[in-house]
């Protein structure tokens, strides 16, 4: 990982709203992904999926990224689908 990603990431990793559901965007060059994450049995959410694509060499294309969650998970399987 690279590590001004890793900085950023770490100042993020306490943020509640960032341990739960929601939708994101990876943008790369020139490739945008969409993605859903719904709250894990680890007590952590859309910042472990956005981790995982960080560690796939497959999926490490992008480098920004814009989440949307919500201040009380309110985001369902079915709000995110």
Known sequence: MHSKFHAI???FKNRDELKQSGIY???GENEVYIGQAG???NGN???DRIFEH???AKKNYWNEAVIFTTSNNSLGS???S
């Open 9 to 11: 990431v770490e100042s």
């Open 25 to 27: 965007f990876l943008f």
């Open 39 to 41: 709250s894990r049995k």
């Open 45 to 47: 959410g859309i910042l």
């Open 54 to 56: 960080k560690r796939n």
């Open 78 to 80: 079915t709000e995110i």
